[in-house]
């Protein structure tokens, strides 16, 4: 059984900075590619940022130099450092991963979410 525990969220004033961490647990092979995902009241979830096991990242435009994803293979987790806030960035986050439980079985997991509120 695999799990996804975020972690990091909260209230912050505009212009302020947060991270999230999401630390994946149970029977792990392997694990591809990770991400953040948010969704805000009344929108569809959307991708802000992922990162390949190899390190290459995505991001959203409207994230782009100001959030940074990365990740640390040996602990299965995956982090997202969030700087310049806006009160756009609220919603709820979640963590999103491709993982292997081993050579033939695997799918995405997502975690519970953590919300963030950027707010004065």
């Known amino acids: 059984q695999v799990q996804l525990v975020e972690s990091g969220g909260g209230l912050v004033q505009p212009g302020g900075s947060l991270r999230l961490s999401c630390a994946a647990s149970?029977?792990?092979?392997?694990?591809?590619?990770m991400g953040w995902y948010r969704q805000a009241p009344g929108k569809q979830r959307e991708l802000v940022a992922a990162?390949?096991?190899?390190?290459?990242?995505n991001y959203a435009d409207s994230v782009k130099g100001r959030f940074t994803i990365s990740r640390d293979v040996a602990k299965n987790t995956v982090y997202l450092q969030m700087n310049s806030l806006s009160p756009e960035d609220t919603a709820v986050y979640y963590c999103?991963?491709?993982?292997?439980?081993?050579?033939?079985?695997?799918?995405?997991?997502w975690g519970q979410g953590t919300q963030v509120t950027v707010s004065s």
């Open positions: 149970g029977t792990i092979f392997r694990i591809n590619t």
């Open positions: 990162i390949t096991r190899g390190g290459s990242t």
């Open positions: 999103n991963a491709d993982i292997r439980t081993d050579w033939h079985e695997g799918r995405v997991y």
